[in-house]
């Protein structure tokens, strides 16, 4: 029986996307893409999800592309500015399954320095009953000791959890870790998988 639902953040609590700023900034999408698949990688934003500060990251990446200099400080410096606001619908879903009675639980790749920005913004986070960072840990999903982390510190029985992640790998890492797993689409098709995998009643 499942008693606590587990979120990840980033695609699903909320609309994380550097597009939010980079299109904007360079004024054109083409030019942003091209900058976060040759500069501003996703793997090196993994570096501050797993805990390396953003002044160590920025500097080093810096030196190595200082004609990039001004574009590259602003992924930190104008952070806040990649969210699009919260996923529609999650927020939601998370309130009622708390009032079911559901443990709700977050889990997620997010930087110990931007994450309180998201937590302060959104009313939703207040709701969780306990929420793992990775940038805290120095740990990342798909790693299964991070959602061993989570299940060790809440006391929370993986056979009695499962977990949402808009990832396959993040989704196949909380399966590797005992839990139950939905790949999050939309807030409309958990709730359905929730409901009809899990028997959850909401």
């Known amino acids: 029986m499942i008693k606590n639902v587990v979120f990840d953040?980033?695609?699903?609590?909320?609309d994380w996307n550097p597009h939010h700023l980079y299109d904007g900034y360079f004024g054109s999408e083409q030019q942003a893409t091209w900058f976060l698949e040759n500069i501003c990688l996703y793997?090196?934003?993994?570096?501050m999800d797993g805990g390396k500060p953003f002044a160590e990251g920025v500097a080093e990446l810096t030196t190595q592309h200082p004609e990039w200099a001004e574009a590259i400080g602003i992924y930190h410096t104008r952070w806040s500015e990649m969210i699009g606001g919260e996923i529609e619908g999650t927020a939601e879903l998370v309130r009622r399954l708390k009032e079911a009675g559901y443990g709700v639980y977050g889990l997620t790749n997010w930087s110990m320095e931007t994450y309180p920005i998201i937590r302060d913004r959104y009313e939703v986070f207040s709701l969780f009953d306990?929420?793992?960072?990775?940038?805290?840990?120095?740990?990342?999903?798909?790693?299964r000791r991070i959602y061993e982390c989570l299940l060790d510190r809440y006391a929370l029985k993986a056979?009695?959890?499962v977990f949402l992640d808009d990832n396959a790998d993040n989704v196949a890492g909380a399966e590797a870790a005992?839990?139950?797993?939905?790949?999050?689409?939309n807030a409309l098709q958990a709730e359905r998988e929730l409901k009809t995998r899990f028997e959850i009643e909401i």
């Open 130 to 143: 306990g929420v793992v960072v990775s940038g805290e840990e120095h740990l990342l999903k798909p790693d």
């Open 178 to 185: 005992q839990m139950s797993a939905i790949r999050f689409e």
């Open 159 to 161: 056979a009695e959890s």
């Open 43 to 47: 793997s090196w934003n993994l570096q």
């Open 9 to 14: 953040f980033g695609g699903v609590l909320v």
